[in-house]
């Protein structure tokens, strides 16, 4: 007997990258940071589990979303307030929130390819259709992203792009939304670590919703705290479909913290884009081709050399990096930026291997 | 311009309880445990903490697993491994999860009513239709409720239920499910609180899906942590559905120190079911007409005077209890079971009132 959606049975299901025991690992395959969070984390969240956990959470997480309204206002000149944001447990949260609102049954979704695969799961689960829409050579987007299609009901974009870590230019993404039938969501999971964002489009249109994570940049990736940036009007309506606590009141504290101190966001950021630069650096010598990476990973293709063997090989000496191999566009080495130890470690291993 | 789901923009979304910000006020409306949690969950959350957040979580939680199918397993004498569990993001996680995984638009759901009120909005989110099947007046469900209907995908049952704090006993429910021509997800988030439960139901029907939280009976509503016990096959679909990372890694290591803490838990179990009887019998003395509870709260119908005018004076005297309305059912106070100095402010207050 089965009596589940003939959608779910036929789905394999998102797999995640693979999380291996605490060791001796290193462990750059799924675009951790490599530092300890801030200080500031830890205290907030010691405070709150001192407080006690016997209370339901503000199912809004208010005090997040005044601090983040603040602080992203701040940065970017933007008169936004609490209502223009909505938490989530984690941005694959927020990405569920936003596809559950949007999508029904055979209705279909876009998104560029190669990328976060996660939207085709989602897609899935929804019982809806996926139109995949490949990146350019150059990692560029054409104007087939944008274009009419009957039941088209969301566009997703990974913003700096996984597993390229390129980024399509604000002003490209605003021109793509504005002729889409359908809202925008814009994933800026590693915008934390480029040199722009899409976060102030956001006043200027309610098509493109912004989701942002403190997974990656504030080294919160145990936590599960993301949120949207959204036109108000829309966080309403989104806001229905999220559960009715779905942050808990640790990561609410935790997250509060996170946001407060840019000082610890900024000191992390130049030292992942340091290590990032003489990365590419060391794997163009070592013949791979990465694209110039506006993320936390570099995303390395070879020209010539067949690279899973390498990745098995780096695995078998305790280095995790992401092997992955797209149908028609070909295979490559997605290394998360660790530690400088972390990328000499990597290096002097594959200055071995190829 | 609206482009949301329709379903999405008809519905008005589920209103949490009232959570008002720490304080003097006596906060008896949301059914949280009077108690702090056990000091082994604290103390684990803070070594999770001090061992770092920059880590994705075990995406499927596999520690809780193993020490929740033991400890279950072993109250119950069934023979269960970590491969019967799912865990949420709190048990909300888990309907949700369900609900997606069976559920299409345009098909049907059912729960008694009145009952928790969620139910419909997940049923709504979907695009669903619902079919509420009214308790009989002395809380008894009858074969309506596991009548044949079109389009049937799943029923709820609150068990212990809310508001009534009533319950249908297993043997009952085993007759239910196995009429029902779809799967039955036993909502157990009360059932620390009572006589029995439906756990052992799970190994005999593959229709039998229980859910458990550790908002009620381990005091961490905080924290958002429940669990789906049901056989594999259906455990491994649903975990399709989830988030890869719907459970941080400071919820589980709480998660796994509360349900090794039995003893902790018994003890607070003991305080709370004491409370309960005197809270019943004081209210039976002050005219109102409570059915026995199996659950952490105590349902206040009154069958002369109307009771909301006594939910708003006990809200200004800084007693907050949940004032509810069923249309065709009447009104009624559910009272949540405090500690023994909250429920004496509470029956003082009431004696002024009544």
Known sequence: MSMFRANIEAMTGYVPGEQPPPGKIIKLNTNENPYACSPQVTRAIERACAQGLSRYPDPSATAFRHCA???????????????????????????????????????????????????????????????????APDWTLGSQFAAPADDLRLAYLANPNSPSGTMIAPDRVFELADALPCLLLVDEAYVDFADTDCLSLVARSEKIMVARTLSK????????????????????????????????????AGACAAIDDQAWRMENREKIVAARSRLTQAMRELGFDPPDSQANFVWNPHPELPVQPIYERLKKAGVLVRYMDYPGIGDGLRITVGTDSQIDACLSLLKTLV
Request: glycine fraction near 10%; proline fraction near 5%.
């Open 69 to 135: 309204a603040q602080v992203l206002g701040g940065a970017h000149a933007l008169d936004i307030g609490p209502e223009w944001i909505l938490c989530g447990n984690g941005s694959d949260d927020i990405l569920t929130i936003v596809t559950r609102a949007f999508v029904g049954e055979g209705e279909l979704v876009r998104h560029p390819t190669p990328s976060y695969v996660l939207y085709r799961t989602l897609a899935e689960i929804q019982g809806a259709r996926v139109e995949e829409v490949p990146f």
């Open 217 to 252: 940049s504030y080294a919160l990736a145990g936590l599960r705290f993301g949120f949207l940036v959204a036109q108000p009007h829309v966080i309403e309506q989104l806001a229905k479909v999220k559960d009715s606590y779905n942050c808990d009141a640790l990561s609410i």
